[in-house]
């Protein structure tokens, strides 16, 4: 390939492109990739690639380099030094590079910067951390488990440890409080319910703390349960304060005032009868002004009839806690958590904590912010690397490919009119044209297969076969409905890398050398799936298996969510594996999903 070709193409990408020889010596790398380092590209051309990652990633890095010579292709993320000293969190896709000849000739990295992603995420965590609040999210279709940093420093376990599975968390909870809780989980999962309950943590030092757990039911577009997620509060502090005030009369009162929570005692009729400073401070109320007040005086939700209905409700149950609002003494609202007990005096009054938790509320809002445009930004970089790929892969295509073309068909029309021996040097350049050639058409292929976007998902899924057969020697049978598919070409795009990924999976790890991939349609949806006969693997260790491919299923089921699509898993040891991807027709085009997620800009 032509430098100045290869030139302006790799110019125009919005990646960093950096190609390394079999030696793993620099040969090129575009402008984007020296602003990103900060160096020149005769700087970068004399300096070994190892020397800009982390000392300590330098062996695993070095090892994926190694595995290039193999045909293996993968991405994963590292930092990169900038020459002032500064580190740039970024993704590396590697791409293993062959000659005409077969011959490993080095690698083609397409490097995308995620410093600011990393910087947004950070800021999610240190919002959980003042807040302390973890997260955690469950995958029911998957098995998969996810906890937030700061919910494993709840738990006192290391957050560089895989999750525990399901069954393994009861260690980490009394035995009520596991069994109270394994209920309402249930409830969640099979209706849809919301999970709110006190329960007790035992840390992994021993130590045991309370908490509140909060969860909600993730539904599918179809409208089923398909996940959970909620958050997980050490209230150790609140509940202490609780105890002591219901176990220590003598000091009720003191407990009381000393509280950082707001404090009521109510009469049966609703009537405020005693008031400590920290709701007098939290209202803008004296505590005289308080003491004439009702319930329904500060209530900004409930009505009366609502009120009466909740006392009698906390009377029966024997106590109970929510969430509501309150209004000031200069009418504004706050948001408040109420934890209220009967007063053990059996007088029927009632005596609660009240918690101011405004800035618990922005927290919570700030998190789901965050995570929204994580998810948003996640998807719009996939799809601008997508499009980037099809730009790059139409140019070798249609320009740099025709002009290497035409140049060996003038080179081999020179050399059969010349007379005499083969000059020797013409035969080297008509097999160094053709040798670019065939480069230039590998890596087409690699970046985004022109029959995919000619002839569409189903001619391109047939080739794929093809394709991995001849790499990986994994004989692929293809189903097909013959249906008609209606999918937008740039959703066509996702699925296809899903299934490639997929079946790269099935030939590196499932052990076997037959696989199935069945296309079939729906009046509302198409339906992919990639199954095998292989070793399969126990739901549990899902999360490990998933995280194993440049593309693995989290980020697949990501993607899919995006356009309203599921993803289905079912697997067990020693019976096989069969992962189904189902997209709706009334799908919303890629570039709508892009177009949504590069509206809301992570600050």
């Known amino acids: 390939m032509k430098a100045s070709h290869r030139d302006h193409m790799f110019e125009l990408m919005s990646q960093g492109i950096w190609q390394v020889d079999a030696a793993g010596k620099t040969i090129y790398v575009n402008s984007r990739m020296s602003r990103m380092v900060g160096y020149s590209r005769e700087e970068l051309e004399l300096l070994p690639s190892l020397n800009f990652v982390h000392e300590e990633d330098r062996g695993w890095i070095a090892a994926r380099l190694a595995s290039r010579r193999h045909g293996v292709r993968d991405d994963y993320e590292c930092q990169l030094a900038h020459k002032d000293g500064s580190w740039a969190s970024v993704t590396i896709e590697a791409i293993p590079v062959y000659g005409d000849d077969g011959e490993f000739d080095g690698t083609l990295a397409l490097v995308t910067d995620i410093t600011e992603r990393k910087r947004a995420e950070k800021n999610v965590r240190d919002a959980q951390h003042v807040g302390r609040v973890g997260s955690w999210d469950r995958n029911l279709r998957t098995g998969e488990i996810a906890w937030s940093d700061e919910l494993c420093r709840i738990y006192g376990v290391d957050p560089k440890l895989p999750v525990p599975g399901l ?16 209920a309402a989980v249930e409830n969640t999962v099979n209706h849809g319910a919301p999970l709110d309950l006190d329960v007790q943590i035992v840390r992994a030092d021993g130590k045991v703390i309370w908490a509140t757990a909060r969860g909600e039911a993730l539904r599918s577009a179809a409208g089923q349960v398909v996940g ?8 150790t502090e609140r509940k202490r304060a609780e105890n002591q005030l219901r176990e220590s009369g003598e000091r009720h009162r003191t407990i009381v005032q000393a509280a950082m929570d707001g ?21 803008g109320y004296s505590a005289e002004e308080l003491l004439t007040m009702r319930i329904s005086d500060l209530e900004a939700l409930e009505s009366e009839a609502d009120i009466a209905a909740h006392t009698e409700r906390i009377l029966t149950e024997n106590g109970g806690r929510f969430e509501t609002q309150h209004r000031r003494k200069d009418r504004s ?16 009054r009632l005596v609660a904590f009240i918690r101011d938790i405004t800035e618990r509320k922005r927290a919570e809002m700030k998190i789901r912010d965050y995570q929204s445009k994580l998810q948003q930004a996640a998807f719009a970089e996939t799809m601008a690397q997508e499009q980037v ?48 050639l065939e480069d230039t ?50 959703v066509e795009a996702i699925v296809f890398r899903a299934v490639r990924e997929l079946l790269v ?4 790890h499932a052990k076997t050398n037959k696989a199935k991939v069945s296309l079939h349609t729906t009046e509302s949806c198409v339906e992919v799936s990639v199954e095998d006969e292989g070793i399969g693997f126990d739901a549990a260790e899902v999360a490990r298996v998933t995280a194993a491919g440049s593309f693995g299923l989290f980020s697949v089921q990501e993607h ?25 027709f009334d799908a919303p085009s890629a570039r709508d999903a892009l177009g949504s997620a590069k509206g809301g800009r992570l600050p």
């Open 167 to 182: 069954d393994e968390q009861a260690r980490f909870y009394t035995p009520d409080s596991w069994t109270r809780l394994q």
């Open 228 to 235: 959970t997620r909620g958050t997980i509060q050490d209230i």
């Open 263 to 283: 404090f009521w005692a109510v009469d049966p009729q609703g009537r405020l009868m005693e008031v400590n400073d920290a709701y007098c401070r939290m209202s």
């Open 333 to 348: 609202l706050f948001d408040v958590e109420i934890s209220v007990t009967p007063s053990p005096d059996k007088s029927g």
């Open 389 to 436: 790929r099809r730009d790059v892969a139409v140019e070798l295509h249609d320009s740099v490919g025709q002009l290497l073309a035409l140049a060996q068909i003038k080179l081999k029309t020179l050399r059969a009119g010349m007379a005499g021996a083969s000059p020797a040097v013409l035969d080297e350049a008509i097999g160094l044209v053709g040798r670019s």
């Open 441 to 490: 058409r590998t890596l087409t292929f690699e970046l985004s297969p022109p029959v995919l976007h000619d002839l569409g998902l189903r001619q391109a899924l047939d080739w794929l076969g093809e394709d991995v057969e001849k790499r990986y020697g994994l004989r692929v049978a293809l189903d097909d409905d013959g249906g008609n598919l209606r999918l937008d070409r740039d």
């Open 505 to 508: 999976n099935v030939a590196k």
């Open 560 to 584: 899919l969510r995006h356009l309203g699509g599921t993803v289905d898993v079912v697997s067990a040891p020693e019976r096989g594996t069969r992962v189904s991807l189902r997209v709706p």
